[in-house]
């Protein structure tokens, strides 16, 4: 079937929008990949600058990002690097006390699955449930990897550690279960339209192209055939966190609220409704 119709979703409510807060963590001796900075720094030389702007997310973009998910009365997916447990307990804690949901982004940003042995995978995966139990509380129930880098055992060791969800299969619009010989996981697929990175960093748009970019899609859902979405509207604390930038993270999640089609959401709830219709 060319476009599937999900299990379980609301009735007359066919995109599905879900907020992701994402606040990410590169290992010591790592910098971001992408900086303020056109002019990338040799190798071997350490990128002061691209880590402290990166340290934004943790210093101030993620409590400006979750205190504007608040003040809209909406649920994001808060999304930590899984070596932030232990440093940064604080962003765990916040997140928790808000009641948003959690996906675990694993250990850090500069450890791609692809590249790792199926028992180190593991020990990945494992310590990042660690991390998060042990700084919020609670474990999470989805999982993101890095640069969306999964191997050909991701899947699997996810369900082995208790996952439900997972999202880095791009190939759908609407969720869908993973077979493992361990047993299913539904992929709930991740989508960039409405993302800062690419936007802002990548392209180097203007500010307001994150909700132009937004507005298009909802004003145009009706003409276009396709009955049903995951729409994800993203923002990296340390991109989108800065003032400039989080008045259009606001003005993104009032316009998606304001649309009859949208259901805002998020991937735990969109899997739980998928496991109980299985």
């Not at 992929?187 to 192209?209: K, W």
């Not at 909802?218 to 991109?239: M, Q, R």
Request: charge should be negative; glycine fraction near 8%; charged fraction near 20%.
């Amino acid at each position: 079937m060319k476009y599937p119709n999900p299990t379980g979703w609301p009735e007359g409510k066919t995109m599905a929008v879900c907020v992701n807060v994402i606040c990410e963590q590169w290992g010591d001796n790592a910098a971001p990949g992408a900086g303020p900075f056109a002019n990338p720094i040799k190798p071997g030389f350490n990128d002061l600058a691209s880590k402290s702007w990166a340290e934004y997310a943790k210093t101030t973009g993620l409590f400006r990002l979750l205190d504007i998910c608040e003040k809209l009365d909406v649920t994001a997916t808060v999304a930590l690097s899984g070596i932030l447990g232990a440093r940064n307990p604080e962003l765990f804690e916040r997140a928790a006390q808000g009641g948003h949901s959690f996906l675990a982004h694993s250990w850090s940003q500069d450890r791609y699955h692809v590249y790792m042995e199926r028992d180190e995978e593991d020990a990945e995966i494992k310590r990042c449930i660690a991390a998060f139990e042990q700084a919020a509380g609670r474990r999470p129930f989805g999982y993101g990897c890095p640069r969306g880098a999964l191997s050909a055992d991701t899947a699997e060791l996810l369900v082995q550690n208790g996952f439900t969800w997972m999202q880095d299969f791009l190939d759908s619009d609407v969720p869908y279960d993973v077979d493992t010989p361990s047993g299913p996981i539904v992929n709930i697929p991740y989508n960039m339209a409405v993302n800062d990175l690419p936007i802002y960093v990548r392209h180097g748009n203007p500010p307001n192209t994150l909700v132009d970019s937004l507005r298009t899609v909802l004003n145009g859902w009706d003409n276009i055939g396709a009955p049903h979405y995951i729409l994800d509207i993203s923002a990296h604390s340390h991109v989108l966190g800065r003032p400039t930038a989080a008045v259009e993270f606001y003005d993104a999640l009032a316009l998606a609220k304001s649309h009859d089609a949208v259901w805002l959401t998020t991937r735990d709830e969109i899997a739980a409704r998928w496991q109980a219709a299985r």
